[in-house]
């Protein structure tokens, strides 16, 4: 059986504090990447594991989260950045999904290093960013995604996806093929789900944050 979903915390731009915490309770493993541990501790946030190379986090802070009961996961090869490695960590805990903070802002760089190595992953991955939220889903998995009405988002291909179906949307789809580009750019729910399934591929839904977390669940 695979782990729960984990929460990964990163050193990018977080929602408020309020979700902040409301996403934290429904977490039972907390991951902080290095110098996310300053951060994380600057909301009120315990967590779990403290993971990456240690090159942004003070020996004296590293030493206080060990004597707190904290797990410290030094990884030190720089061919991976610290999400990278945490998205393998968790891969090997036998994970099938995490949602990440923290992901997006900041150095533009990272950002982009972030987004395709959560499109690299065979995790289910959300990241939730102060006005934005971004899926990457599997295939083979029915979604049944909460929308508001009229809310616009976007799916993207990585690179390519087949057999989509989609459905409670302006412009849906059916048993159709995804590449890499602009096609799934701007489409529009209809009611208060968006459903998605496809064959094989990867695909990114981008959708606006509202005030309640919007997530994708497995229909049965």
């Known amino acids: 059986?695979?782990?729960?979903?984990?929460?990964?915390?990163?050193?990018?731009?977080?929602p408020s504090p309020e979700m902040v915490h409301a996403l934290a309770n429904q977490f039972d493993h907390v991951v902080a990447l290095d110098g996310a541990l300053d951060i994380c501790q600057q909301h009120g946030l315990r967590a779990d594991v403290l993971l990456g190379d240690m090159d942004s986090i003070e020996p004296e802070r590293r030493a206080a989260f060990v004597e707190?009961?904290?797990?410290?996961?030094?990884?030190?090869?720089?061919?991976a950045h610290d999400l990278a490695k945490a998205l393998a960590y968790l891969k090997e805990m036998g994970a099938d999904a995490c949602t990440v903070l923290g992901a997006t802002g900041g150095?533009?760089?990272h950002e982009?290093?972030?987004?395709?190595?959560?499109?690299?992953?065979?995790?289910?991955?959300?990241?939730?960013?102060?006005?934005?939220?971004?899926?990457?889903?599997?295939?083979?998995?029915?979604?049944s995604i909460a929308a508001e009405p009229s809310v616009e988002f976007s799916l993207f291909a990585l690179p390519t996806a087949t057999g989509i179906h989609l459905e409670g949307v302006s412009f849906p789809l059916e048993g159709e093929q995804l590449e890499m580009g602009s096609r799934g750019l701007h489409n529009i729910a209809i009611g208060t789900s968006i459903r998605l399934s496809f064959g094989e591929g990867r695909l990114m839904l981008m959708k606006p944050l509202t005030t309640e977390r919007m997530e994708g669940k497995s229909e049965a």
Do not use: K
Not at 68 to 79: E, L, P
Not at 113 to 131: G, H, Q, R, V
């Open 1 to 14: 059986m695979a782990e729960p979903a984990a929460l990964v915390l990163a050193c990018g731009t977080w």
């Open 68 to 79: 707190n009961g904290g797990t410290v996961i030094v990884r030190s090869q720089q061919d």
């Open 107 to 109: 150095d533009p760089q």
């Open 112 to 143: 982009w290093a972030n987004m395709l190595s959560c499109a690299a992953s065979s995790l289910e991955i959300t990241c939730i960013s102060t006005d934005h939220i971004y899926q990457f889903l599997n295939p083979n998995v029915p979604y």
